[in-house]
């Protein structure tokens, strides 16, 4: 597991938006709303995980992960998952 994921968004080749540490978010008590409407992980407000919460337009998107900090943290894994927020 990566220690503090980044999460990017693109389509084609146009950058949508990011994100590092939901909790910081603008939106963050949104993006815990809409975790719960759609009983997905747990997130705890301290924790890194890296969270979008937008709309989106039919067609292809592409999720880009890496890691936030030092070299030697860079490595792991990374999960990504997709809702349809009610």
């Not at 603008?26 to 407000?45: D, E, H, P, Y």
């Not at 937008?54 to 900090?69: D, E, H, K, M």
């Amino acid at each position: 597991m990566l220690a503090d994921p980044k999460l990017q968004l693109f389509t084609g080749s146009t950058f949508l938006q990011e994100n590092d540490n939901w909790g910081t978010s603008t939106n963050a008590a949104q993006i815990f709303g809409a975790s719960v409407a759609v009983v997905a992980f747990a997130l705890a407000l301290e924790s890194k995980d890296a969270v979008l919460l937008l709309t989106l337009q039919p067609g292809s998107y592409t999720a880009q992960i890496s890691s936030v900090g030092p070299a030697a943290v860079n490595i792991g894994a990374a999960l990504v998952e997709v809702y349809e927020v009610p």
